[in-house]
């Protein structure tokens, strides 16, 4: 094997020492700074993407407070309306319960004072009825007609109260 002949090591040993030093040349000349600038970019472009991630969440933060403030404005709005209109109508149906109940007083006055007219007329009737009636069965008793007023005030006692 050549490379472990020891009359050629010096000769490998400086061709060793001149590739390395051109290799150290090319390396921090060219390969180096590529890296370096590489290296950097990736930082640099790393460190405006967190602070772009961290302004958008701030943007993101406060766009979410606006809209917990809207939703909480909409909801208290809403139980105002809600509330409005439920006293509203509370005040229109007791309103209508009024009118309503009003109207039915009246309507049981009227059939009250109906019924009583109707109670009254009935009540002449049957004294009518009760008079001839009674006069009928007076005059097939006794073969002979009473008189009609005597007829009616009996017959008015009895409407009156019980006959002792």
Do not use: C, H
Not at 23 to 50: C, F, H, K, N
Not at 89 to 107: F, P
Not at 128 to 139: K, L, T, Y
């Amino acid at each position: 094997m050549p490379q472990l002949d020891v009359e050629t090591f010096p000769s490998q040993l400086f061709w060793l020492a001149v590739t390395f030093v051109v290799l150290y040349v090319l390396m921090s000349w060219i390969g180096l700074p590529r890296l370096t600038a590489a290296i950097e970019a990736r930082r640099q472009r790393r460190e405006e993407d967190l602070a772009r991630a961290a302004q958008l969440k701030s943007e993101a933060e406060a766009a979410n407070a606006a809209f917990q403030r809207t939703m909480a404005e909409a909801r208290a709005q809403a139980q105002a309306v809600l509330k409005e209109t439920s006293d509203r109508l509370a005040t229109e149906a007791a309103e209508r319960q009024r009118t309503l109940a009003a109207a039915l007083a009246q309507q049981v006055d009227e059939a009250e004072r109906r019924i009583t007219a109707t109670k009254q007329q009935a009540l002449a009737e049957v004294r009518g009825i009760a008079v001839d009636v009674g006069r009928s069965i007076v005059e097939k008793l006794t073969g002979a007609a009473p008189s009609e007023a005597r007829v009616a005030t009996v017959v008015d006692k009895v409407l009156a109260g019980p006959v002792r």
